[in-house]
C-alpha cells in the first residue's frame, strides 16, 4: 500500500476566494484529477493522500499562487493547464523562481510552460540563430515575440522586425482588396496579438510607427540588412530555398534571429520544397545555429490540442 501524506499549504499573495475560483470551482477541477482529500480553511489548504499525488497537488498549488499573483485571475482553464503539466512532469521546480520568467506584462508574466520551452529559451540566449521546429500549440511564436520585447526592453537590441511568408497569395498581393497594408494585414494577425499582449497599446503604435517595430511580409525582406535587431520569422515552412537563404542573409552586427515552423502544416506548392526542412540539413553544423524541436509533450493550449495533434499522427503512421 502506498504511503499517505498529510500537508498543510499556507496561501499567501493572494486573495484565497480568487484562487478556488466561483464556486470553487479551481478546486473542484483539483478534486476531480487527484484521489486526495483538499480542504481549504482561511488561509491554509488541507492535502490529504498518497505521497506521490499530495506532492503532484502540492506543485500545482504553488503554480496556480504564483500564476494569479502575476497574472491577476485564474480560471478553470488555467488549472487544466497546470494540472496536464504537472501530470505530464513539464512544470519547471518553482526554486528557478522569477529566474524562468521571459517578460512581465501587465496581466500576466511570460515563462517557458515545459522541458521544451525551456530548452528553447535557453539556447536562444547562447545562440545567434534559433529554429523551433514543432505543432501548433507549442509557443514557438508567442515565445519568440517575448523573447524579442524582453531583449528589446534590456536595450539589448534597437529594433524588432517580425515576418511571415504570405504564402496564401503566393507573395504576390497585388490581386488582394486595399492598400499595401490592408493586404498584408490579415497574414500578419497572429504576430499583432502576441505584440499587443506584450506592450501597451500607446507604446506598440508609437513603436511601429517610428519603424522601431516592423511587421513586414518576406517578400518585403529582401536587399536590407538589419543591424542591432531582434528578427523573427514565423511560419518558416511556408518559406521556399531562397527565400530562407534571402532571410538568413540579412541579419547584421548584434543581430539575432529566431525562425519558427511546422513541418507538418507546409502549405507550398508540391514541386517547391521548403526552405526550413532544407536548412536542417545545410546549417546543422554552423556554430552560433541551434535547431529546437517541440513536441506534443509541449502544446500548452486547450488540452483537446495535444489529443487532436496525437490524433493527426496517428492517422498519418495508419
Not at 520569422?233 to 521556399?240: P, R, S, V, Y
Not at 529566431?258 to 502544416?265: F, K, N, P, S, V
Amino acid at each position: 500500500m502506498a504511503p499517505e501524506k498529510e500537508l498543510e499549504i499556507p496561501i499567501v499573495g493572494v486573495d484565497p476566494l480568487l484562487l478556488l475560483g466561483i464556486n470553487d470551482a479551481n478546486l473542484k477541477v483539483l478534486m476531480h484529477h487527484f484521489n486526495t482529500s483538499i480542504i481549504m480553511r482561511g488561509t491554509t489548504v488541507y492535502v490529504k493522500g498518497e505521497a506521490t499525488e499530495v506532492k503532484q497537488v502540492e506543485n500545482v498549488l504553488t503554480e496556480m499562487v504564483y500564476t494569479l499573483e502575476k497574472k491577476g485571475s485564474l480560471d478553470v482553464q488555467d488549472v487544466e493547464t497546470l494540472v496536464n503539466l504537472e501530470k505530464s512532469g513539464q512544470i519547471q521546480p518553482r526554486e528557478e523562481g522569477l529566474d524562468s520568467v521571459i517578460l512581465f506584462t501587465k496581466s500576466d508574466v511570460i515563462k517557458p510552460r515545459t522541458q521544451g520551452q525551456q530548452r528553447y529559451w535557453k539556447h536562444t540566449g547562447e545562440n545567434d540563430i534559433v529554429f523551433a521546429i514543432g505543432p501548433a500549440g507549442t509557443g514557438k511564436t508567442y515565445l519568440a515575440v517575448a523573447i524579442a520585447v524582453a531583449a528589446f526592453k534590456n536595450r539589448e537590441v534597437a529594433k524588432i522586425v517580425l515576418c511571415r511568408p504570405a504564402v496564401e497569395a503566393g507573395e504576390s498581393l497585388g490581386f488582394l482588396p486595399g492598400d499595401l497594408k490592408e493586404k498584408v494585414d490579415p497574414y500578419l494577425t497572429p504576430l499583432y496579438d502576441a505584440l499587443y499582449e506584450m506592450l501597451p497599446a500607446e507604446k506598440l503604435r508609437t513603436f511601429m510607427e517610428q519603424k522601431i517595430i516592423e511587421i513586414v511580409p518576406l517578400a518585403y525582406m529582401r536587399g536590407r540588412t538589419l543591424n542591432n535587431s531582434f528578427v523573427i520569422l514565423d511560419e518558416a515552412q511556408n518559406t521556399t530555398t531562397l527565400q530562407m537563404k534571402m532571410f538568413l542573409t540579412r541579419l547584421g552586427v548584434n543581430s539575432r534571429a529566431i525562425i519558427t515552423g511546422d513541418i507538418t502544416q507546409i502549405d507550398l506548392p508540391e514541386h517547391q520544397e521548403s526552405g526550413l526542412i532544407q536548412c536542417q540539413e545545410i546549417l546543422t553544423d554552423v556554430d552560433g545555429i541551434k535547431f529546437v524541436y517541440l513536441t506534443p509533450r509541449d502544446v500548452v493550449r486547450h488540452r483537446l490540442v495535444k489529443d487532436i495533434i496525437r490524433a493527426y499522427e496517428n492517422h498519418a503512421s495508419d
